[in-house]
């Protein structure tokens, strides 16, 4: 019976020995770009015809630390950032800090790396959280983007004059704060050594775009993207870290991009139906004089490599995977212009992903030239059957048939309102907005190929917007007398006005399941606003955060946590009732104040960031406010001759 139990362990050991060979043997295998199939959002590119990965002699460090985007800096070595690990010579809970930053120095195939801001034996002590997909090098300034930790959809531009041992914020607040998290995935394209080459005195900057979830208590980070295009934004170089001088992409006219300050009017730069994850990572490829674009379209193991001859496209596919080397999610696929050779072909990519990925990844990457079907000289079909939709006042939706070619692939569609074009579109429809009422408007629509080409523009098709409509009645007051109207948050959140008053069981927050356990007498009843529990650090100090109006005179309690300060304007402006509100949020002291008709102003709920819970607002009529119309006349009478 012994021999027989030693024959099944050595058979069963010799099993698992050659299972585990194949499958390493198959892992160590170049990966290859197959052929661009229908999967992929762009046609396949005819400069760069394809790529392959050296799997077997990739090489790793860092473990439990991941992100790694890279930049070639002034000073002639590589920086890059990590999150949540120890960084080089750390592990996942070694040195573990929120973010990270490394310095790496020396060719790709016999790299040193040193902690330079956080991990283990670091030059200086990490002294924020946060996370970093894009990092910059202009002449001996770093920029780095960061991301807030736990919300991810708030982000802000940093700056580091000594090669990143302490960061600048210039401002508090958030640069973006945008509802819909728009520009909180930042990344920078990358150019030459310290930006040496760069296209122009522009910084470009892109981000996955539409990163909220519909669910405001989902984590982004586990939670598989919704986003499918990415936007981007340029600013003069020497104003990196100033809002106001950001263009954003509105789409092209005429071959040549539109930019404009207003953010709303951003169209897409990037789409990709299969989806856009975040780590998103731009470069310019000096050899192949090619922009590359890489982004990760679902969580096992698939992502793309894109090229165009400028920033903004058209893009084509040099590589497009559903599955790479394995499942495994990894994300941040990064090239830099110091691991690459004189001709662009040979380039040494950094990446990470999640478990086994979830290090600093280096392979060595080559890329193929020509042996394509050559330059494409011919245009694109025209686009047929366009038909325009109104929808109300200031809209206008279009649809129409899609445009064929047969070489380099139809990359976009252009629009064009009585003669001018004004938008771009990937798919075959597009909605027009921002129009003026009651106005007949003529579009036509032409495609655009892989090579740039334009097709013949459409048939004409016209629609008239809606006239305007008389505007409505002011809306009536709840009871108790008090209507707020104009609500405005500095930070971008939506408050909801619960006018069925405040009482116990109530929920207190838009994003939280707090619920009001108890309310003083004096308040029970009352109006009050949802406020948001994440503004509850948000631009500290500001005395201009939150503002309505209202239109009888009215008091205003706001219930503040007893766990932190009461900021400036409330210690000073506002009377503490000595009353408490309680919920699951904490206890709140209420303070009072009474303010006439017209515009009411509050602001941020602490004057530095600290751990608490955000403000609620109530909202009551002062006593003896008459809010009755007097009754008509009676007893009219005409006398005359």
Known sequence: MNRIRVVLAVILLLFLVLTAYAFFARIGEPASAPAVGQSSPYPASSVVTGVSFDVAGRTTAAPGSDLWPVVWAADGNLYTVWGDGGGFEGANRIGRVSLGVARVSGPATSYSATNVFGGVNPQAPATFDGKANGILSVGGVLYMTVVEQGAWLRAKIVRSTD????????????????????????????????????????????????????????DIVWTPPISTTITMFRVPVGQIQNRSAYEYFAGMSGGNPIWTPNINQRQPVFSDPNGVDFGVRVMYNPGLDRYLLTANHNRSGGWGIFDAPEPWGPWTTVGYWDTWIDNGWKFGFTFNQKWLSADGKTAHMVFSGINHWDVFAVIRTTFSTGGGPGPDTSPPTTPGGLQASVQGQSRIDLSWSAASDPQSGVASYRIFRDGTNVGTSTSTSYSDTGLSAGTSYSY????????????TKSTASSATTQSPSPPPPPPPAPSGGVAIQNLSVRSGSVYQVDSSGLSTGAQQYVDRAFLISQVPSAVSGAVYIQTANDDKNAFPGATDFLTFDVVVDVIVFVAHD???????????????????????????????????????QLGSNADQAAGASMYTVIVMQRPGVDTTA?????????IGN
Do not use: C, K
């Open 630 to 638: 007097p009754a008509a006349p009676t007893g009219l009478r005409v």
């Open 163 to 218: 090669n990143g041992r302490t960061w600048d914020f210039h401002s508090r607040g958030w640069d973006f704060a945008e509802p819909n998290g728009a520009f909180s995935d930042m990344t920078f394209l990358t150019f030459g050594q310290g930006y040496a080459g760069a296209r122009d005195g522009y910084v470009y900057v892109y981000s996955q775009d539409d990163r909220a979830l519909p669910d405001p208590t989902a």
């Open 444 to 455: 036509r629509v032409a495609a655009v190929n892989g090579a740039g080409l334009q097709s």
């Open 562 to 600: 007893d766990r932190i300060q009461a900021p400036q304007w409330l210690a000073a402006g506002f009377t503490d009732t000595g009353s408490d509100v309680t919920s699951g949020g904490g206890t709140f002291s209420l303070y009072r104040r009474e303010f006439g008709v017209g515009a009411v």
